[in-house]
């Protein structure tokens, strides 16, 4: 069993080296990659969220914990990718405008890319239009949304309505996620699927496109 008390500590530390050690001996454990992302990190990284909530910890700690959050899921990476075999789909991924947060933007990114996809990553607050002049450059089949925030949440809506005003032939599928997006709000601004972790994002995507 993973104590999510000591992922908490390491994202906590200024030093890389206790994340590592963390990570690699759960690895050595025969922990699956899933159960050490989900009980491991995402579990600690919950914990900063409660204390930066309650005002315990400060932007600066967060921004230490995002740092080694993302060492944590490098280490992990190899174990999600999947070797060979050309990609199938195209997604293009993006955090909408005005919001920085990337941690659950790269592992739905991990996630896609080990289920044979191939990502056009845009990073973090990506302008509507700028979702609209990389579907005509890359033709994606799906479009991922991801906000963390519940004010650039409502910025996915201005993205849908962007896609689908746009003159371009190709229409891909949109899909959304991040913590406070629900079903209900996906259905509510048009999007076509809602991803509740990395690992639905993937399935609701491959369900789209298969249904087709
Ligand atoms: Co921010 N922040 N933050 N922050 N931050 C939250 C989100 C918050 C809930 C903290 C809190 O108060 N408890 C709060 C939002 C409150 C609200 O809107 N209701 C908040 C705030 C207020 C802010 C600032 C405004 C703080 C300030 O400046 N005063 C500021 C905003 C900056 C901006 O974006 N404009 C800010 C800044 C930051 C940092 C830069 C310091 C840092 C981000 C660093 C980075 O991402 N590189 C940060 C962090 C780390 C957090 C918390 C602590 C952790 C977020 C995280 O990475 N979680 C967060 C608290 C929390 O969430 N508990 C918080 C782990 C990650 C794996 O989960 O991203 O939810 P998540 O991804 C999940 C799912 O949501 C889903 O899959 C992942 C799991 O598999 N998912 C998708 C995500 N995208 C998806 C897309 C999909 C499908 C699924 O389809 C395409």
Not at 21 to 41: M, R, T, Y
Not at 143 to 157: D, H, V, W
Request: charged share 25%; glycine share 10%; aromatic share 6%.
């Amino acid at each position: 069993m993973l104590k999510p008390e000591d992922f908490y500590g390491a994202l906590r530390e200024v030093e890389f080296s206790l994340i590592d050690d963390l990570v690699k001996k759960a690895i050595a454990e025969g922990h699956s990659a899933p159960q050490i992302l989900n009980e491991g990190l995402i579990a600690g990284m919950a914990i900063v969220g409660k204390e930066f909530k309650a005002r315990d910890l400060w932007v600066p700690d967060v921004l230490l914990a995002a740092r080694n959050m993302h060492r944590g899921i490098e280490l992990l990476e190899p174990l999600f990718s999947k070797e060979g075999g050309g990609s199938k789909w195209k997604i293009v991924l993006g955090t909408v405008k005005g919001d920085i947060h990337d941690i659950g933007k790269n592992l739905v990114s991990i996630m896609m890319t080990g289920s044979g996809f191939e990502v056009v990553d845009l990073g973090v607050d990506v302008p509507a239009e700028k979702f609209v002049t990389t579907i005509k450059d890359h033709q994606p089949q799906i479009i991922g949304l991801s906000a963390l925030l519940t004010t650039t949440m409502l910025e996915m809506r201005n993205v849908i309505d962007a896609i689908k005003g746009s003159s371009g032939d190709i229409k891909p599928y949109v899909i959304v996620g991040g913590a406070p997006v629900t079903e209900a709000f996906a259905r509510e601004i048009g999007a076509d699927g809602y991803g509740a972790d990395a690992v639905s994002a993937v399935e609701v995507a491959i369900n789209l496109l298969e249904k087709k």
